[in-house]
Every structure is written in C-alpha cells, then in structure tokens.
C-alpha cells in the first residue's frame, strides 16, 4: 500500500499544482468538505487519479476528499516528500494544543481540524509530505494510527526543539 499510496499521492500533488489545472476547478476543490456532496471537479479528478477504491465506502470517500481539499489549499507549494505533518506544523508554529485535539478526534471532526491545520500551514507557506497526511487520514487500524500519532508528535516536538536552540543562540 505504501508504495501506491505515495504514487496516487505525487501525480495528485502534481495535477493539482500543474499550471493546466483549470483555476475554477481548483477553486471548488479549496471549498469542499467532508461534510458535503463533492463538486463535480473532485468526481473528474478522482477518476483520473485516485485509486479505484476511492469510494469503497463513505468513510474512505470523505478521507480522500479531504485530502484533495487540503491539497487544492496548499496550491502552490501543496507536497514537499520526507517533510513530516508534524515537522511542519512545529516548524510554523502551530499550537500543541491544537495538535493534540486534531490527533485526538474521530470521524468528520478529525478531516475539518485537518483541513484547519492545512490552511494554517498554506498561510505560512509549509509544505510538507502528504503521503504521511494520506496514512493519517485514511489509516483504520488503531495500533498502526497510534504509531502515526506517535510520529507525528515526535516531528513536531522536534522542530519545536530546533527552533527554540536556534532562537537560544541567536540570543
């Protein structure tokens, strides 16, 4: 799954960056959400590029939506590989309080924090791996979602550490 996860998930990172991609289309994958019927801009692009269990069932169908969503706001710079979720959000910032509700929640809650951490991170220009926000959002198993909250954490804090060292010997 990996391997093919991170396939479907650098030709959708490029696709919606191409400077092809109709802006109106991008557009309406910026405003859509999990909690509503996608626009027809999403079923276009879903059947070019996402994998054929897209829609395997509701769940699933609001996962990948989100994470469509989340890369049409990050446009221009949406995907950047080996860059952790977490990494990203420390380096920007990001409060752990937030952090620790969005690995807390469950269901529509969980996708609409995601998509709030995502629009943080665009307002201050961090891209970051999305193959690591595709096993975020579309992981069942609670132990292996347990080990990519715990990776998660980990590359916040340590960005976290790294920028208060660096502010330490700035001083």
Do not use: C
């Not at 991008?26 to 829609?55: G, S, V």
């Not at 710079?77 to 977490?86: D, K, Q, S, T, W």
């Not at 409060?95 to 998509?115: K, N, P, Q, Y």
């Amino acid at each position: 799954m990996s391997s093919t996860l991170q396939r479907h998930i650098e030709r959708l990172a490029r696709h919606i960056g191409d400077d092809a991609f109709p802006t109106g289309d991008r557009a309406a994958l910026r405003r859509m959400t999990p909690t509503q019927p996608p626009p027809l801009a999403f079923y276009h692009l879903a059947i070019q590029i996402l994998p054929e269990d897209w829609d395997a069932d509701l769940e699933r169908r609001k996962d990948w939506q989100t994470l469509v969503a989340g890369m049409a706001l990050m446009h221009p710079r949406i995907h950047e590989p080996r860059r952790g979720l977490g990494y990203a959000l420390g380096d920007a910032k990001y409060s752990d309080l937030r952090l620790e509700r969005l690995l807390a929640a469950r269901g529509d809650g969980r996708r609409l924090l995601f998509l709030r951490a995502v629009r943080f991170l665009a307002a201050k220009g961090q891209a970051f791996d999305w193959t690591e926000a595709a096993r975020f959002l579309l992981t069942r198993d609670a132990e292996r979602r347990e080990d990519i909250h715990r990776q998660v954490a980990k590359d916040y804090y340590r960005a976290v550490n790294e920028s208060q060292r660096e502010k330490a010997t700035n001083l």
